[in-house]
Each structure stands twice: as C-alpha cells, then as structure tokens.
C-alpha cells in the first residue's frame, strides 16, 4: 500500500494554481519501506474565480 504526506503548500506565480510538495512511501505485504519518493505537484486552486466553466477541479 502506499501514503503520501503533505510536506508544503505554496502559491504560484499565477494566482488560479498552487504548489503542493509531497511525499509518498509504498510499503509491500510485509509492511516492510520499499520505495520513498517526493514531487512537486502544481494544482489548481478550488474557489478561484476562473474555475467553473461547467467542469470540476481535477
């Protein structure tokens, strides 16, 4: 299975999207650690005014 912690959040340089950094361990059937990575995820922000065109925040 794996989980993934939040390590920071950040806005961007455009206002409608923010940097979140995380990461995210996968553990196998034993429970044992074998694979830790982490990334910078840019993702849209949920109230931004722009958003809303008839689709949902991905």
Do not use: C
């Not at 961007?12 to 650690?33: F, P, W």
């Amino acid at each position: 299975y794996t989980e993934t912690e939040i390590l920071e959040t950040r806005e961007a340089s455009k206002g409608d999207r923010g940097v979140v950094y995380a990461e995210t361990r996968a553990r196998n059937q034993r429970g044992e650690l074998v694979m830790t990575f982490r990334r910078h995820v840019l993702v849209p922000k949920k109230n931004h005014a722009t958003l809303g065109e008839g689709k949902p925040p991905v």
